[in-house]
Structure formats: structure tokens, C-alpha cells
């Protein structure tokens, strides 16, 4: 053998010992565990977060699902012409002069009638504290019907009226006969009356339409307050956001993404704007209240100043999102397009568009939809307003004071009230509802337009 031979025989010390691919070395093992336990970690997180969200939704149907029904009272009324119109002449001007404390005691005296024509026990309850088991909207509620339909006077109706919010919450399971012992506003004695009146089927539980178009009430009536203010703010809020940011956010997301030259103007531009996305809201708010309000003038609570706030705020995500998805579209689609002899215009908008349509509409959607849970910037222009009266029609209708369903549940949750607590989660459902079928709807949309190439 000779010496060289003998050199590659000999065995190098400082090479490394071959290892089979089939035997996990101690190296893989701990690759293998800290895999596994990333995956842990991810699946805890992912069921933790999952957790909360069931027990937030589970809590905001268990506590407003009952707002969607309210107690009510059934029983015939004789509207007397010696209370309602003494005179006899049916003159506007003369009912007018009728007070709500006037149709008030028409209600009291038909409610003591019907619990004397059923043989109803009274449990020497006072005719004042009968009285109370009627909501105090319930004699304003009755005078409007006179006012509206004066043949009625003379005549003996059906009347359906609601109860007082103590009674609501007692036949709902938030007002118990202990809780009754501490409260002022309600007696033991009462609840049990209202036990007898649903047993004759004069109390009973019903569908709560009022919830959905009566406007909001005082603290003394929390069982008439209502979404109808809200929901209308909301749908003028929302038609004047889409109309102020679709045009201007998609031209603009055009112009900068296919057009605009790239120099230093346009990158302050595009830097200004993600910076816009990611200021609070509640700074726009603060803008809104001094241009729009104390500089231009325009009324306070109104959904035009809502809106314009909202439209602020909302630009810059909707431009983001728009440019985002005239971006995804491949560049070999504006090459083929230029290569035939299309214009730059034709490209954009006979090509480009229609591929990055899907995009554009579903972060719009998404966009307006984060906007109308919007809360801040709408308190700080006083939309979170007492406002018991419905906005008019359009287009002078956004001028009038007006609020929003994310405001009219902070509203309704400052009071102290259970009731209006109640009401507060109710309206979250109908907020969440808006929001779950604008997502939908964002989700369909795309589908209906997306395009394969």
C-alpha cells in the first residue's frame, strides 16, 4: 500500500459521522417541538378569541332580545265627550286645549271599569297606583288618535296601550318581587296585579313594532323609547357618506395609482393619506366641530355635518382599499391592451376597472360599514342630542337634528334605567344586523363580479 493510499484509507477525525435520513436527531426533535408548539399556541389564541366573541354575543342577545317585546294593555275605552269636548263642536282649536292629564284619567277610569267588569281583585291599591301600571307615553299616545280621527269622541275603542317600564320588566324577569320591596317606582302589590290582569288576558306580551319606529323617550317613559330617529340618521348618514366618497376616493385611487406621475408631490400625497387612515376619530370629530359647525355654520346635529365627518374619516381607507385592487390587476392586461392600440383611458377603464371592480366594491362596503358603527366623531358635533322627532324628508331632512344607531346606544346605555339598558343592547342586535348583511352584501358582490384570468 502505498503512503497515499494509505492517507485516504486513514479516517478523518474532524469529518462529521454520517447520519441516516431515517433517525430524528436530537436537532430535528427540537424543531419538531417548537412547531408543534406554535401550532398550540396559535389554536389557544384562535379558541380564546372565539371564546369572547361568543360570550360578548352571547350576552348582547340574552340582554336585548327582550327589547324586541313589550307588555301591553287591552281593554275597551269610552273617549267621553264631557272630558274630551265639552262643547260639543269637535273644533281642533278646542281639542287642542285637552291635556295629556285630561286623557289620562279616560284611560285611568276605562282600566278601573275593566278590572270591575272581570271582578279583578285590587288588593287595596289606590286608583293612583292602579294607574301607574300604564305607561306614562300612553294618554299622549291616545290624544294624537282623537286629534287626528275627532269622530272617535263619544265612541268606545279597543285601546292597546303599553304598560309602565317596572311592569315591562317584570313579566321579562328583570323586575322581581324582592327587587320590587327597594324600588321606589313600583310595589309588590302592583305585580301581583299585573299577575291577575295576565291572568284574564287583559296584560300581555307582544311584538315591540314601537321599537323600530317610535323616536327616543324620556327618562320618566324608557317603555316608549324607540329607533325610529336612529335608523333614519343612520340611512341619511350612510346615502350622503357613499355619495361624498365613491366618486372622489375611486377617481382619486385612479388618478394616483394609473396616472399621476411619480415625483415628490405625489408621494406626500400617497404618505398623507395612509397617514389620514390612521388618525383616531375622534380628532376628525374635533375638525368637524370647528370648520363645519363654528366656521361654516352649518346646524348642529344635523346628518349633513354627520355625514361630512364620516366622509373625512372614511376617504382614506376607501382610496387604500381602491388602489390596492387596481394594483392586483396583472400588468400583462394593460400591456395586451396598449399592444392592440387602446388609449391609456380605454386601458384603465375597459380593462382595468372591471378586473379590480370586486376589490373596489367589497373595501367599500366595508369601509362604509366601519363608518356607520362610528361613535366619537359624531358626539363631538352633538348628534348624541336628545332628539324626539323624526327628521323631515329630503333633501332638507339632513338639516334637521337628527342621530345614529351607534350614538343612540351610547345614549341609551348612560341612563340609568334598566330599561334603556335593555333597549341599548337591542339596538346593538339591529347595528350588528346592518352590519352582517353589508358584509354579506360585500361578499356576494365580489363574487357577482369577480373575474378569472
Known amino acids: 500500500m502505498t503512503d497515499l493510499a494509505a492517507l485516504d484509507a ?47 354575543l352571547f350576552t348582547i342577545f340574552r340582554d336585548g332580545t327582550s327589547a324586541f317585546f313589550q307588555a301591553k294593555l287591552s281593554f275597551p275605552v269610552e273617549l267621553s265627550e264631557q272630558v274630551l269636548d265639552p262643547k260639543g263642536n269637535r273644533d281642533p282649536a278646542e281639542l287642542r286645549k285637552v291635556t295629556t292629564i ?4 279616560v284611560l285611568v277610569a276605562a282600566l278601573m271599569a275593566e278590572l270591575e267588569r272581570k271582578g279583578v ?4 291599591l289606590t286608583d293612583k297606583q292602579v294607574a301607574e301600571l300604564i305607561s306614562k307615553d300612553a294618554p299622549g299616545g291616545l290624544r294624537a288618535m282623537v286629534l287626528a280621527d275627532p269622530s272617535l269622541i263619544g265612541t268606545t275603542i279597543d285601546a292597546t296601550v303599553l304598560t309602565g317600564g317596572r311592569i315591562d320588566g317584570y313579566l321579562k324577569g328583570r323586575v322581581t318581587m324582592e327587587s320590587a320591596k327597594l324600588d321606589s317606582n313600583i310595589m309588590p302589590e302592583q305585580l301581583e296585579l299585573a299577575d291577575r290582569l295576565r291572568d284574564v288576558g287583559t296584560l300581555s306580551t307582544g311584538w315591540n313594532w314601537g321599537f323600530f319606529t317610535n323616536p327616543d323617550a324620556s327618562d320618566q317613559r324608557p317603555e316608549a323609547a324607540g329607533l325610529g330617529v336612529a335608523l333614519i340618521g343612520s340611512a341619511y348618514l350612510m346615502f350622503l357618506v357613499a355619495l361624498m366618497c365613491l366618486p372622489v376616493g375611486i377617481a382619486a385611487s385612479i388618478y394616483l395609482e394609473e396616472f399621476a406621475p411619480k415625483n415628490r408631490w405625489t408621494d406626500a ?26 366656521f361654516a355654520g352649518f346646524p348642529q346635529s344635523s346628518s349633513l355635518v354627520g355625514a361630512l365627518v364620516i366622509s373625512l374619516m372614511t376617504l382614506p381607507t ?14 400583462s392586461i394593460r400591456d395586451a391592451a396598449l399592444g392592440v392600440g387602446a388609449s391609456k383611458m380605454q386601458t384603465v377603464f375597459h380593462h382595468v376597472l372591471p378586473l379590480a371592480m370586486p376589490g373596489i366594491l367589497t373595501g367599500t362596503i366595508l369601509g362604509l360599514a366601519s363608518a ?4 366619537a366623531p359624531l358626539l363631538l358635533i352633538g348628534m348624541v342630542a336628545f332628539v324626539d322627532n323624526y327628521p323631515g324628508a329630503p333633501i332638507d331632512g339632513v338639516l334637521d337634528p337628527a342621530t345614529a344607531l351607534p350614538v343612540q346606544v351610547y345614549s341609551w346605555a348612560s341612563r340609568s334605567d334598566p330599561a334603556f339598558i335593555e333597549r341599548s343592547n337591542g ?17 356576494l358582490l365580489r363574487r357577482r363580479f369577480e373575474r378569472r384570468w
Do not use: C, H, Q, W
Not at 42 to 56: E, F, K, Q, Y
Not at 102 to 105: D, E
Not at 271 to 283: E, G, K, Q, W
Not at 428 to 442: D, G, Q, R, S, T
Open 10 to 56: 486513514a479516517p478523518n477525525p474532524a469529518a462529521k459521522p454520517e447520519r441516516s435520513i431515517y433517525v430524528t436527531s436530537p436537532d430535528m426533535k427540537r424543531r419538531n417541538a417548537a412547531e408543534a408548539r406554535f401550532r398550540a399556541y396559535g389554536l389557544v389564541a384562535i379558541v380564546l378569541s372565539l371564546t369572547m366573541l361568543a360570550i360578548m
Open 372 to 375: 356607520l358603527g362610528e361613535t
Open 102 to 105: 285630561g286623557y289620562s284619567k
Open 269 to 294: 400625497i400617497e404618505v398623507n393619506i395612509s397617514n389620514l387612515a390612521a388618525v383616531p376619530s375622534i380628532v376628525f370629530g374635533i375638525l368637524g366641530l370647528a370648520i363645519f359647525i363654528n
Open 121 to 124: 281583585d285590587l288588593a287595596d
Open 427 to 443: 339596538a346593538i342586535i339591529v347595528l350588528l344586523a346592518f352590519l352582517v348583511v353589508m358584509n354579506v352584501a360585500a361578499i
Open 318 to 331: 376607501i382610496i387604500i382599499a381602491t388602489r390596492a385592487s387596481i394594483r392586483a390587476v396583472p400588468p
